[in-house]
């Protein structure tokens, strides 16, 4: 098993009452629960800040696409781009 910190958290009483209904229905303990959410939370981040740092790159480095790449991709997808 691979090693584990401890965190505490404050959560309002209504969500609480909700992990607490969330872990029996799926007789997970509310800590795993917790941590998937922090997981998927920091996971989902770390990506978008990827993406929005490749992008300004990308912007510094004037790579654009031109007029007739991008209507290309709306003629593929059957969009007027006009």
Known sequence: MSQSTT???RL???LKSR???LSAA???SKSFLAAEAVR???EINEWQIQEIENA???TNADDF???QEVQAVFNKW???GD
């Open 65 to 67: 696409s031109t007029d």
């Open 12 to 14: 309002e009483p209504e």
């Open 78 to 80: 059957g969009v007027n």
């Open 40 to 42: 998927e939370f920091v």
């Open 7 to 9: 965190m505490t958290i």
């Open 19 to 21: 992990l607490d209904k």
């Open 26 to 28: 799926t007789h997970r």
């Open 56 to 58: 300004i790159k990308e």
